[in-house]
């Protein structure tokens, strides 16, 4: 049997090209979903006799996949761009009171918040590279994550990110905020670890919001109601 021989671009064809053309197009699960995922797909295979347990479980496993989906992200190179952390609606723009636990003082900072609908995908993004001075885990209600006082009484983790940018340091906080569904907020980054703008770094199961609290005097650049993709939206640069 002869082996088939990459073509000159790198591609592949046959099965191989379908396989990477299955990789490219379809996005994995992060490591948090598999057991979402595996559970009830073993419950449609057990049951693969019993279609009444199968066809349920079959699309529980697909909804969990979906929903826990990890597509690619390629941020902007620009210097002091600040990305989206998650894919969602921009449901306020605005100054407020950083959370206590962030340590940024109680002078109102510029805010953008991205709410989750539970059809977005759930993986929070680094918005932009620096170190890790600070991460909190604040327990609380489970009000609507789509509400403004979602930031004060829910469930939250907080972290903070001190950002060279040119010859100065900026304190950028990301806070990921529970919902009403959500009871399990992943956030894996500790203090003192180096983050690279859009690497993923946590996780919300089951609607949410991310608030990010930007240097005083920070514009914006973005607007409420408009679309935000995880790790490649601009929500503003950092000068």
């Known amino acids: 049997m002869v082996a088939r021989r ?3 671009d790198g591609s592949r064809s046959g099965a191989g090209h379908l396989v990477d053309l299955a990789r490219e197009t379809i996005p994995p699960v992060h490591k948090a979903g598999l ?14 006799h019993h279609p009444w347990i ?9 909804a969990c996949a979906a929903f826990f989906r990890h597509p690619k992200r390629v941020p902007p190179t620009a210097a002091g761009a600040v990305v989206a952390p998650a894919d969602g609606t921009i449901s306020l723009v605005d100054e407020a009171v950083p959370p206590v636990e962030a ?21 929070q993004r680094v918005p932009i590279a620096g170190r890790v001075t600070a991460v909190t885990h604040t327990a609380g209600s489970f009000v609507s ?12 983790t907080t972290m903070v990110l001190n950002c060279p940018v040119g010859a100065d340091t900026h304190d950028v906080a990301v806070v990921q905020i529970a919902g009403l569904l959500a009871r399990r907020i992943v956030c894996e980054p500790t203090v003192g670890d180096d983050l690279t703008t859009g690497d993923t770094y946590g996780l919300i199961r089951f609607g949410s919001r991310v608030d990010v609290y930007l240097p005083a005097g920070t514009v914006p650049q973005v607007r409420v109601g408009q679309r935000a993709v995880g790790a490649e939206t601009v929500f503003a640069t950092l000068t």
């Open 6 to 8: 990459p073509r000159p």
């Open 145 to 156: 994550a789509d509400l403004p006082e979602a930031s004060s009484v829910n469930e939250r």
């Open 35 to 48: 057991p979402f995922v595996a559970a009830p797909a073993a419950v449609a295979i057990l049951g693969r």
């Open 54 to 62: 199968a066809r349920p479980a079959a699309l529980t496993a697909g």
């Open 103 to 123: 340590e940024l003082g109680d002078a109102p900072l510029p805010r953008v918040s991205t709410f989750l609908s539970i059809f977005d995908v759930h993986v």
